[in-house]
Every structure is written in C-alpha cells, then in structure tokens.
C-alpha cells in the first residue's frame, strides 16, 4: 500500500442484467441504476444515507445524468462526480471512490456505473470540433491506412494483424479466445448474451474487420453495476468483516510518448498503459503475475485480450498460445463432460423405464 492511505474494501455489490439497447421498452438508466444500488446496499447491509460522497460513470448520456439516476435512492445533498472515460469509465469511478476512502475524506462512497447505448457500432456524437481519438486514427491511417469498417475494430484488428506478422499468431488463436468467453457467458445470469459457440462457427462468422469476425466483437449493452466502498473503521463499525474485500492495489494510467512513437498498432491500442499499469498495481500489492489465480479481463475485441495477456505479464511477447490452449482444451472438456452427463441421463430413465 501506498504510504499515508488507508485500506479501503468493498463491501456491497449489484448488477442489473445487461440487454440488447432497446429490447426492454421503457428501460431507463435512472431504473437501471436504482436496481444496481439497491442490491449493493442489500449486500452491504447498510442505508443509502450512509453514503458520503458517490462516483458515477457513464458515456452516453447528457451532463449531470449521475445526479439523475442517483435521486431515485433518495436526495441526501452529498456531492456527486459525473465521470466519463469511454471503455475505462466504470473502473474509472471505482478508482475515485476508493481514493475518497483512502485519503481519509469519506468512510463510505459508492461507485456506480450505468449506460443507456443506441444500436450498432460506435459513432462520434460531436463532429464540429477534435475528435479525442484523432491521433490515433491518423496514425493508424499513415501506418496500415483505412479502411470502410468500425474505427473500433481498426484499431484492435490492426494491432492483431500486427502480433500475427510479428509472431505468427493465427486466426484460430483469436477464435478461441472468443470460443472461452462464450462459453463463460452461458454461466452468467447477467449476460447479455449466454449462447455457446464452437471455434467453427466463431471463424465463420460474418467478417467485421480481419481477423475479427462479429462474434469476436463485444456488442453495444444497457445495463448498470455499482460498488460500496469504505474505511476499516467502517467495516469494524458495521461488523462487515466476513464479506469486507480489500482492494489493495489499484493503478490508472494514460498514454506515454511510446503510443504514438513507434508507429505500432498494437501500442496505439493501449500496450504500454496496461503494461504500466500492471507492473504498479504488482509492486504496490507486493505481488507477481505468478500468484494471481483468477483474472476477469475486458474483452473489447479478441485481439485484445491476447495483447493484454502480454501486457499483464501472464507470459511472453508471443508465447500466448500456451495460455489458449489450456483455455480451449477446458472448454472441450466441459463440453464432453456436459455431453456425457446428458447421455447417462437418457440411460438411466431408459433402465428406470
């Protein structure tokens, strides 16, 4: 830990189903939130007055929405930070919460995350003034060029094409790393989605941008989660011990020289900040990658999550393959295992019968 910061651990969590953006009529993010806190409160066991200060995340959405949706719970007058920080922003209001608790201003602030998203890929909303991501896409553009496909997938697409010239990575590495998180998803209510896909029909897939087929890209999602953090007196105070959850490290990073320096996609996309990222919140844990047992990793794009593996230290710069195949090799495993439990079933009605 940091010198000077107090310990800071996560008492309560909710999460609302994440849907399709417009299958469920009249869903709104103010509903969205109310559900999320709620259970979070619930979890925690505490009262929505005991909150001091709160940290929401959104990127679709008008200023002040956090206020908004946070009214549902009720009007306590405590100050609200509105935060948007695209694919980052829900850890983006965690990370801010949890410094509130650390530097001793609250005992107890809510991190709350929430998006309300229109259908199909991702736009830019305001097109009269610089766009963030301008640099990048130049670059891009001078580097690969561009092409008529989501900016977004580009970006990731380009970075994978980038480790498969550099390290000889296939199109079926990428695949299985889509064929991984399906098939966690079958395992999560919340799910947007929770259908099973085998390496076959991922491939095939319609094609969104090489070698990113449509199932290897994360959909547009509504839906909302949030998180109770506080102190260790509070936890003390409110005889939270059994389910306290010590954040111990936690780390925020943005774009060095190198993003744009080396003229590689794979660093446009975030390596170094990951990269960075990591090697702090190890230090500052006191850790190594070695001693992590579950890691829960965005996965934006399939090529990501492979560049994040390198990134986070989990192996070598295009040693992935390994880590894959252990996850492939998993899922076929579960696969059979759920086959054959099936087919006992059918034999052991057909002796009772």
């Not at 094609?207 to 102190?231: E, N, R």
């Not at 990658?289 to 070598?316: G, M, Q, R």
């Amino acid at each position: 830990m940091k010198a000077n910061l107090r310990r800071v651990f996560v008492v309560g969590n909710g999460m609302t189903k994440f849907e399709k953006p417009g299958r469920q009529e009249g869903l709104d993010y103010p509903e969205m939130a109310r559900e999320s806190v709620t259970k979070a409160l619930q979890d925690a066991r505490i009262q929505y007055t005991s909150i001091q200060q709160a940290c929401v995340g959104y990127v679709y959405g008008d200023s002040t929405c956090g206020q908004r949706a946070l009214y549902e719970l009720g009007m306590s007058g405590i100050p609200m930070y509105n935060v948007n920080n695209n694919c980052a922003t829900g850890s983006t209001a965690l990370f801010l919460a949890s410094q509130l608790v650390a530097g001793g201003l609250v005992d107890c602030a809510l991190a709350l995350g929430f998006e309300k998203m229109e259908k199909g890929s991702l736009s830019s909303k305001f097109v009269d003034r610089t766009n963030p991501l301008d640099k990048h896409v130049i670059l891009m553009t001078e580097t690969v060029g561009l092409e008529a496909a989501p900016i977004s997938a580009q970006m990731f697409g380009n970075a994978g094409r980038e480790h498969m010239k550099k390290y000889g990575t296939k199109l079926e590495h990428f695949a299985k790393i889509a064929m991984k998180n399906h098939k966690h998803s079958t395992n999560n209510e919340y799910s947007q989605f929770q259908d099973e896909y085998s390496l076959e029909e991922i491939l095939n897939a319609p094609m969104i941008y090489a070698p990113l087929t449509k199932l290897q890209c994360c959909p547009t999602s509504d839906g909302a989660a949030a998180a109770i953090v506080c102190s260790e007196n509070f936890v003390r105070h409110h005889g939270l011990e059994t389910q306290a959850v010590e954040i111990v490290a936690q780390e925020m990073v943005t774009d060095t020289p190198s993003t744009f320096s080396e003229k590689s996609c794979i660093k446009l996309v975030g390596y170094d900040m990951t990269k960075q990222a990591a090697e702090a919140v190890y230090r500052d844990a006191g850790i190594s990658p070695k001693d992590i047992d579950v890691i829960e990793l965005h996965d934006c794009f399939s090529t990501n999550e492979l560049l994040t593996y390198e990134a986070l230290h989990l192996c070598e710069p295009g040693k992935d393959i390994t880590l894959l195949y252990r996850a492939a090799l998993k899922c076929l495993l579960m696969q059979y295992e759920r086959q054959f439990i099936r087919i006992r079933s059918v034999l052991m009605s057909l002796f009772l019968d």
